[in-house]
RNA sequence: CGCGAGGUAGAGCAGCUCGGAAGCUCGCCGGGCUCAUAACCCGGAGGUCACAGGUUCAAAUCCUGUCCUCGCAA
């Protein structure tokens, strides 16, 4: 059975990685265009284009999917693999060849572009993964199979989501043979249940203290790897990477840094705020107490 | 040539405007104190101040070039 394969980010990676690894016919990858991105806006192409050559497998950089009806046509494949692709599909291309997706969540819940983070918002303490059709509508089409995924309680985005896009590749592989072989059933999702997760925005990622210290540090998992969480101190943008529930209550104001030699606090509205893993503008990512060796603080007050 | 910050002891930083004997916080080594501590006290080791040129009696500090790191934006 000839794969196509459509992907991006890490998550594709993994999976793309798996169905090669593991000797599934892949003919094809399509991914995003190469974009301007960091300092001086060089024009960066997407990491999985390397796996992609190093495999001899062509790649397909479209901008818009629906101007290339065409050449989608003229693919030999059976089957397209969407993961983490992050575009709908259009009707045109769906209809050429059928096409499943690897959702990390248990649809129809979080539905949309950011169910992992969704999940670790939430403060989930489990989520999981589903295999199903790749249909027009978002993240609605029937279900093969899905399996729920235990979330550790200090685990973030950064090893949830390896570990998601494994399991959804060991489902991924189960529902290509059964597809192979005839076996593969599918029920549609309990559309009425369905819950939506968006796109993250950068001021998403701000850590407002007159929010509950669980939530805050549950941002902090959620966007880790981007945009991460971050608040300000006067000029200074810090960003956190790693943070928990301090296990001790002070009577402070709410945004204030408690003074500690060794622990970075701040009150949150319920609780205390503990960074453990920080970054300033123009500096490093450091430990909390490293970044306290240095640091030389203009205000105690955060986001003022 | 998108905007900006920075490279000084093992780590994080100050010193640079206004050139003139290398500092701070931590870590490390040794000693002391305490029922106890991510506590405190005393002592110690550790630096061609990113690299290369230039100006000067004298450069971490001023000038020029190179390399590297990071924030913003996209």
Redesign the pocket.
């Known amino acids: 059975m000839k794969i196509l394969f459509f992907g991006t980010p890490v998550f594709s990676e993994i999976v793309l990685n798996g169905l090669l690894e593991n000797g599934f016919e892949v003919v094809g990858v399509v991914c995003q265009n190469d974009k301007?991105?960091?300092?001086?806006?060089k024009l960066v192409t997407p990491h999985i284009v390397e796996i992609a050559k190093a495999h001899n497998l062509p790649v397909y950089q479209f901008e818009k999917l629906s101007l290339y009806i065409e050449e989608f046509k003229k693919i030999d494949y059976d089957l397209g693999v969407t993961a983490s692709y992050g575009k709908i599909l259009p009707r045109k291309l769906l209809e050429i060849k059928p096409c499943i997706n690897v959702h990390p969540s248990m649809l129809p819940k979080y539905r949309g572009a950011t169910p992992i983070q969704g999940a670790l918002l939430n403060g989930d303490k489990k989520t999981g993964v589903t295999i199903m059709k790749t249909e027009v509508g978002m993240d609605d089409g029937d279900i093969f199979v899905q399996k729920e995924v235990e979330i550790m309680p200090d685990e973030d985005y950064l090893s949830l989501m390896p570990r998601l896009a494994k399991i959804g590749l060991e489902l991924l592989m189960e529902t290509l043979i059964k597809i192979e072989n005839g076996t593969a059933k599918r029920t549609p999702q309990e559309h009425e249940k369905a819950t939506f997760v968006k796109l993250i925005q950068?001021e998403d990622a701000l850590l407002d203290f007159s929010m509950p210290v669980e939530s805050l540090v549950n941002k902090t998992r959620a966007y880790v790897v981007s945009p991460?969480a971050f608040f300000t101190l006067g000029e200074d943008?810090i960003?956190v990477y790693k943070a928990k529930v301090a296990d001790m209550t002070i009577d402070a104001n709410v945004g204030e840094i408690i003074p500690n030699?060794?622990?970075f606090l701040v009150q949150a509205s319920d609780g205390v705020f503990e960074i453990l893993k920080c970054?300033?503008?123009?500096?490093?990512v450091?430990d909390a107490?490293?970044?306290l060796?240095?640091?030389?603080f203009k205000t105690r007050v955060a986001n003022v």
């Not at 301007?36 to 806006?41: C, V, W």
């Not at 060796?293 to 030389?296: A, F, K, L, V």
């Open positions: 301007p991105a960091g300092r001086g806006k950068k991460v943008r960003k030699k060794k622990r970054q300033a503008s123009g500096g490093k450091l107490n490293v970044f060796n240095g640091y030389r």
